[in-house]
């Protein structure tokens, strides 16, 4: 599995991962999609020119590949789509985002693909901080009932323009696939331990007629901003998760705080945006002044 980062020692398994021969189909359904089937503890996932995955009870994950399809392809989507359909399994929230750590807290990045989520992340690395997640971030609330990120383990995964403007080029593994210009990217510093939310922030450029800075929406609204930021929202209504995607928007907007964040995507702002976060850490009591003043070196 390509883009992980190498544990220490050894460790018991939590997922398994093999080939093997994947049925067409599953017995006793409760629901099905387009490429999709459900049953109580089962999926079934087929993508056309992949493969067939089978994922049983969160902790299994079954493979059949597509003919001529490379280590490199199945494993882009076993890491991706098919992982994000265990967590979902296990009732976690499960959201599109990548995240940092900030004085013991996760603080989210939100967005569609192409919203500069991974590389809002490399950036804030570069600069000190501790990287959490990439990509997908997934959630519980612990027995406190406080919201709390689960690392992945995983590198960073980003464009060539994006490590050439912030000069990882040191940093930069193995391409994701062949003829492809993103590549797997060492975070430096990257956490094992889970950790409660901080803040959630949604990104979005600041074209009118959004202005750039930080705004706090209501709690209903932040909620279904982060509904509609969930890794693959069909899975949150088909899977029957909708009203535990609210209970925990609620409690991390209780708790943290929803926030939106517009910016412009150039790289020469990069600078600016890392400004107003931590000067926004420091006014919700997420890092003291003299903090920043530590992490900026």
Known sequence: MPGLIPLDGMVTADVTIRAI?????????????????????????ELPAIGRFLLE???????????????????IFLAGNVFGILLHQ???IVLHASAIAVNGKAVLFCGVSGAGKSTLAAALGARGYTLVTDDQAAITLDDAGVPVVHPDGRFLKLWSKSIDALALDDRKGEAMRDRMEKFYVDPGTASDAAMPV????????????????????????GSRLLIANAYRPVLVRRMGQRQAYFQIGAAIAHAAGIFTLSRPMRFSAMDDTVSWLEAHWAEIGLTAATEVADVQG
């Open 198 to 221: 901080g803040a959630v922030y949604m990104l979005f450029e600041d074209r009118p007629p959004r202005e750039p800075g930080i705004a706090r929406p209501n709690v209903v609204d």
């Open 21 to 45: 021969d994947v049925p067409a189909a599953l017995d006793d359904t409760v629901a099905t999609g387009p490429n999709w089937q459900r049953s109580d503890d089962r999926f079934l996932l």
């Open 57 to 75: 009870g969160g902790h299994s994950i079954g493979f059949a590949r597509a003919p001529d399809v490379g280590d490199q392809d199945i494993a």
């Open 90 to 92: 296990r009732n976690h």
